[in-house]
């Protein structure tokens, strides 16, 4: 089955610098890499997605690179603010089976 | 549209007992799926079903059925509740759609299940 790994699993930035996480998967067949927010006590909310034939997504202050040939795929979040603290997921889809990373709580220092 | 709903929102066990967690989704959604999600762990797969009739294993199956006889509701069953099987349960449900055309979107999921198994 797939495997994913997702690094840091604790990222402290100041209020307004980037911040970069990263995951790897090992099933070269799969083929949807979602991204979710989980903010305390709440459910995970899908924030951006990146399918397997396209290397990169942006969406406003958010964005998403996936490397099919290196097996990776990574977060960024530029601007930080405040309520960007929680804790992000990435996860890979293999057929029906989506596959979530260990995940990286972001803390935003004001 | 409520989207998917799980009840209910608490539950203490003791070991041995059984119940069963409801989901349903008001999307018409085709697939849907059982997750549980433990400190330091992420979110595993339990079950999931991409239909009604239809339904298979995950990650971490073992301890849990599930049966899909309406599009609508995915219940997830413990027969025997253990310890281990203390977590936070989520449902999730996506509709169908190829993954590269455009009505494809990620999963939807419940606002889960507080499981304590004493």
């Given amino acids: 089955g797939e495997n994913v790994e997702q690094h840091p699993s604790t990222l402290s930035v100041q209020e307004g610098d980037s911040a970069v996480i990263k995951c790897t998967y090992s099933d070269s067949a799969s083929n949807y890499f979602p991204w979710y927010k989980q903010e305390l006590g709440k459910r995970p909310q899908l924030i951006i997605d990146i399918r ?59 | 549209n409520a989207g998917v709903t799980q009840t209910p929102k608490f539950q203490v066990l003791k070991t041995g007992q059984s119940m069963t967690l409801q989901c349903a989704q008001d999307m018409n959604h085709e697939y849907m799926s059982w997750y549980r999600q433990d400190p330091g762990m992420g979110l ?75």
């Fill in chain 1, 52 to 110: 397997s034939n396209v290397g990169e997504k942006k969406d406003q202050r958010i964005a998403v690179t996936l490397n099919k040939t290196a097996k990776h795929f990574s977060l960024h979040i530029t601007e930080t603010q405040p309520e960007d603290s929680a804790v992000y997921f990435c996860a890979a889809k293999l057929n029906e089976k989506l596959t979530f990373g260990t995940g990286t709580r972001l803390t935003i220092i004001p």
């Fill in chain 2, 44 to 118: 595993r797969l339990i079950h999931y079903s991409v239909g009604a009739g239809i339904t298979d294993q995950g990650e971490v199956p073992n301890g849990y059925n599930v049966s899909r006889s309406t599009t609508e509701d995915f219940p997830l069953r413990l027969l025997s509740a253990a310890p281990s099987q203390t977590s936070v349960y989520f449902c999730a449900s996506r509709e169908s759609g190829t993954i590269f055309g455009p009505a494809y979107y990620g999963y939807t999921f419940g606002s889960g299940t507080r499981l304590t198994v004493v």
